[in-house]
């Protein structure tokens, strides 16, 4: 593997992972399958073939090149909200080079809540890492992990070319999708540890105590957090670059959304392609299994039994988060 050449050229070469007590990036090697296969691009990865690992400074070098970045969208959302299934549509396009969650941007978000300049190189070479493509024609689509959301500024600030894709599901919903699976309880409940601590969360929140919180009242407060990262995206002045979307829209009324998503990130999409795409027969596919048969209706079902099951419950967390929103605008 030659850092200089083979790191910069394509994504043949996959940055996995950085570990900052070594100071090391560890690679695998990757093809335009492997990463549509990897369901998303942590431990899931779907690689080729053996690790390699390399030096950081060695790789910072190797990627202070200066070439013009690649055209690139980024997928934020507050998880749970289909933006796997948007991410699926991007990867039925030649020209659309599709990251599922990398791992390495995902570090990078959690590593630092004061960035210092050594954090900015990092950032930088990683989103050089992440949006390279096989071609000068192509276009990155990276659909992020949930905490990335707090990068979204710097993401669109870093290249001319990238815009964002703000998908958002409604709070109802998010609780139910939440609470419906205890390893989603478990995984809402150590983020909002993690924004507390790293102050996340805005002013008005310091009294909130995780260990107090009912999971309704975790996922209610999850929602309310990045929905106001969301709200933050319209009064911001890269909000031409921004498109902010309801994931009841993408299910409902897929064509209608996939024309909004072409006409503001500017993909050469026509009708007919978006009508291909939609009828495409791997979108009646449950996104994370696709032996699963999945559509519209299907969510629409599983949505109502959800209520009967967890409704009550969504209750009460709801109106907790709506008390506690009040309280911290009053204070801000």
């Given at each position: 593997m030659n850092c200089a050449q083979d790191l910069s050229r394509s994504p043949e070469y996959y940055p996995l992972r950085v570990d900052f007590h070594k100071r090391a990036v560890t690679f695998v090697r990757m093809s335009r399958e492997t990463y549509r296969e990897s369901v998303f691009l942590d431990a899931r990865t779907r690689h080729l073939g053996a690790m390699h690992s390399l030096r950081l400074d060695d790789v910072l070098l190797a990627m202070d090149t200066g070439r013009m970045p690649l055209p690139v969208t980024y997928i934020l959302h507050p998880a749970f909200c289909c933006s796997t299934l948007l991410a699926r549509y991007f990867e039925l396009l030649a020209s659309c080079l599709v990251l599922k969650e990398p791992l390495l941007l995902t570090q990078v978000a959690l590593s630092s809540c004061e960035p210092s300049p050594q954090w900015l190189e990092l950032f930088d070479c990683s989103v050089k890492l992440l949006t390279r493509g096989y071609s000068e024609t192509e276009r990155v689509i990276i659909k992020a992990h949930e905490p990335c959301n707090v990068l979204g500024r710097k993401l669109l600030q870093r290249n001319h070319r990238a815009t964002v894709i703000f998908l958002m599901?409604?709070?109802?919903?998010?609780?139910?999708?939440?609470?419906?699976?205890?390893?989603?309880?478990?995984?809402?409940?150590?983020?909002?540890?993690?924004?507390?601590?790293?102050?996340?969360?805005?002013?008005?929140?310091?009294?909130?105590?995780?260990?107090?919180?009912?999971?309704?009242?975790?996922?209610?407060?999850?929602?309310?957090?990045?929905?106001?990262?969301?709200?933050?995206?319209?009064?911001?002045?890269?909000?031409?670059?921004?498109?902010?979307?309801?994931?009841?829209?993408?299910?409902?009324?897929?064509?209608?959304?996939?024309?909004v998503i072409a006409r503001s990130c500017q993909h050469a999409l026509d009708d007919k392609q978006i009508a291909w795409m939609v009828g495409h027969p791997s979108m009646r596919k449950y996104s994370k299994n696709v032996s699963r048969a999945y559509d519209a209706s299907t969510r629409r079902r599983e949505i109502a039994q959800l209520e009967e099951q967890y409704g009550a419950e969504v209750d009460e967390g709801a109106e907790w988060a709506a008390r506690h929103t009040i309280k911290a605008v009053t204070m801000a």
């Open positions: 599901t409604p709070q109802r919903h998010f609780m139910l999708s939440v609470l419906k699976s205890s390893e989603r309880r478990a995984w809402v409940r150590s983020r909002v540890c993690e924004v507390l601590a790293n102050g996340g969360a805005g002013s008005g929140w310091e009294d909130v105590r995780p260990s107090t919180l009912t999971d309704a009242q975790t996922a209610a407060f999850m929602w309310t957090i990045n929905n106001c990262l969301r709200q933050q995206f319209a009064a911001e002045p890269e909000r031409a670059r921004v498109v902010l979307l309801d994931s009841d829209q993408l299910v409902d009324d897929p064509e209608e959304t996939l024309a």
